[in-house]
């Protein structure tokens, strides 16, 4: 069984510029969530989809952006890049709604903003 | 307030001895999910062991071991015989269920096993 996958894996990007990255979820898992994480802030939760629709939001500008595709595949923007947006970012996914006991997590897209 | 506090930024422990890696959490649900994550250097997050709020026994998944003390809010993680390949970021993370889908986490502690 194929695990959490995320593409790219690395990025460099401007200042100003706006970027995608992809999660494919675990076969079966519906609810995928997207974490920051950076040295000093440690890993903060951007928002969390299940179904299409996304369920919860952390605390981050309007300028990060996700959906979900009917086949849970997630996707995360994040428009007019900033120096500060340079971070390990993770997608997890969830076997089921609100009582899961398991997250998985993918290997990251490292994101750098020049 | 935290809601995850990991007490040790960083651990040295000889291969072969167990160790214990500190959590205590705050929380007013009833019900809730405790995890500990590892995190080597390639960055890729790996799911260790799970504990619920009204599970009765410690979980356990083979080297490792949730000593979990709800009355303290308390859930360390014990690794029983450590390994040279157990030197990593350790994260403890909570989910309440009453409230929302996220998992909360701590800052780490990094484990050093010495050879």
């Known amino acids: 069984k194929a695990g959490v996958t995320q593409t790219p894996r690395y990025l460099i990007k401007t200042r100003g510029q706006q970027v995608t990255l992809s999660c494919s979820p675990i076969?079966?898992?519906?609810?995928v969530s997207w974490y920051q994480q950076t040295p000093g802030q440690g890993l903060q939760f951007l928002f969390e989809?299940?179904?299409?629709?996304?369920?919860n939001k952390g605390n981050f500008p309007g300028r990060f952006s996700g959906r979900q595709f009917s086949n849970s595949r997630s996707e995360m923007n994040v428009s007019t890049l900033e120096l500060g947006d340079s971070a390990l970012y993770l997608c997890?996914?969830?076997?089921?709604?609100?009582?899961?006991?398991?997250?998985?997590f993918g290997q990251g897209t490292r994101l750098t903003v020049v | 307030a935290q809601k995850i506090t990991q007490t040790q930024p960083g651990m040295f422990v000889q291969e072969k001895e167990a160790v214990t890696l500190d959590c205590t959490y705050d929380t007013s649900d009833q019900s809730y999910g405790l995890f500990w994550y590892k995190q080597p250097s390639s960055g890729e997050m790996i799911f260790l062991i799970y504990q619920g709020s009204y599970d009765e026994q410690n979980a356990t998944e083979g080297r490792y071991s949730l000593n979990f003390q709800k009355a303290r809010k308390s859930a360390n993680l014990v690794i029983s015989a450590s390994q040279l390949g157990d030197s990593a970021m350790y994260f403890c993370?909570?989910?309440?269920?009453?409230?929302?889908?996220?998992?909360?986490f701590g800052k780490g502690t990094r484990l050093h096993i010495l050879p």
């Open positions: 989809y299940f179904s299409e629709t996304q369920r």
């Open positions: 997890a996914s969830s076997p089921r709604d609100r009582t899961y006991t398991e997250a998985f």
């Open positions: 993370a909570m989910r309440e269920f009453n409230r929302d889908d996220k998992i909360i």
């Open positions: 076969s079966g898992h519906r609810s």
